[in-house]
């Protein structure tokens, strides 16, 4: 068995000595390691010292590899950019919270600007789903164990008693069909057994989000223009939406907000996998939009219950909970690939990391991170650079800076996107 200790060993700077031992109130303190386990914490700081490096010293440097996440417990540090942009990070600000860096690679330089301690954690220990094949168990977390929503639910999960939606029928007709090596002509007589479908295929393949002069008039030059493998994920895409219904307008109100969020998600992902070209976008698409998809069995769950079972505050901190990994299921039972199947279990995690290349997960936790820049909950939030997903982008770096121009870029793209998708 590997010991708590061995966890949080990195590879040292040759500059930096050991310090000042760790307390528990300051472990406590950091994200999102504060949520290991009380015994895991305690052993955590008996064993292992904080390291020190003086000021005008380098913590870490731009695009060098990294096998750990380093956090700022005393002092102040300057981070800089590829564009030397910079700024200051002290340890007194909540900030300081989360690491200066975390990814497989730093994508930016630490320099010390006065005496400085800190705390080097292996990459291992960070992600909050570190298994890289996750059991498909919900575990209700121990301050919600007097939730009887919660625990009505997950035992209904237990025994397979919750209505998982099924895959549209068109989609899942073209998703059969494209098995067996079809051509265009083809998976347009499918696509046209649904007019709104079709209708809003044509509209997909004229929105900004496929630049051409001559616009495509029919269904044939939409699939001929988008491509088999886009069709189908575009088409699944649209589909989706008959999902997000509800049986009573309480509940149709959550569906609504999570439909208009999944979608924006949805957008940000498409630009994100666009512009990094490590993704195919269509794909990056549908992983935005499923991504929370685990949250409408809960709440058609909900619908079927008393009003006076359960109370708002309990759907809120219930959400959370369920939706990854009844999400998964949803996903697994549509025989979807494996990577689609852990982006929900991960994609509200900022710091998973199973593999070195970009992932689903990965393009989604950006994602969802970039669509709450500019909210109010910011200050509850890692920097975008510092977080695994970001050091595995190759043809885009995610400043400060390049995150608001991204933002800016894709606005028009997304905007126009959603009312394609709002079927």
Known sequence: MVSISSFFKGKKDTTSLEGEDISLDKLKQLIPIRNLSEEKLKSFAFEKKAETLPAGKTLFTINDSSDSAIYLLDGTVSISDENNKSYDVESAEAKARFPLT????????????????????????????????PSFELIIPDELKDCQLLQSFAQHFIDNEIEIPSLPIIATKLSEAMK???????????????????????????????????????????????????????????????????????????????????????????????????????????????????????????????????????????????????????????????????????????????????????????SRLHSKIGKKETADLPAIISIPAASKLTNISLSPENTLNILHDAKEKIKDALKTFSI
């Open 102 to 133: 975390s990814g497989i690679k730093h994508t930016t330089t630490a320099i010390a600007k006065s005496n400085i301690s800190f705390l080097r954690v292996s990459q291992k220990i960070m992600s909050l789903n570190s298994d890289s094949s």
């Open 180 to 366: 067996k090596d079809i051509g265009i002509e083809e998976a347009v007589k499918i696509v046209q057994l649904d007019p709104v479908i079709a209708a809003k295929l044509i509209e997909v393949a004229n929105c900004p989000l496929y630049i051409s002069v001559v616009p495509a008039k029919s269904c044939f030059e939409a699939v001929n223009r988008i491509g088999l493998n886009a069709t189908r994920n575009l088409v699944i895409s649209l589909s989706v939406k008959n999902i997000f219904t509800g049986r009573l307008p309480a509940i149709t109100k959550y569906l609504d907000t999570l439909w208009k969020e999944s979608l924006y998600l949805s957008g940000l992902s498409f630009v994100l996998a666009s512009i990094s070209k490590q993704k195919i976008p269509e794909e990056a698409l549908l992983a935005g939009l499923t991504c929370d998809i685990g949250v409408i069995p809960f709440l058609n769950f909900i619908s079927n219950l008393p009003k006076d079972f359960y109370t708002e505050e309990d759907i809120i901190k219930s959400i959370p909970v369920v939706k990854g990994i009844v999400g998964a299921s949803i996903l697994k039972k549509w025989d979807f690939p494996e990577e689609f199947i852990q982006v929900p279990l991960r994609s509200n995690d900022w710091f998973q990391h199973t593999e070195d290349s970009l992932t689903f997960a990965d393009i989604v936790v950006l």
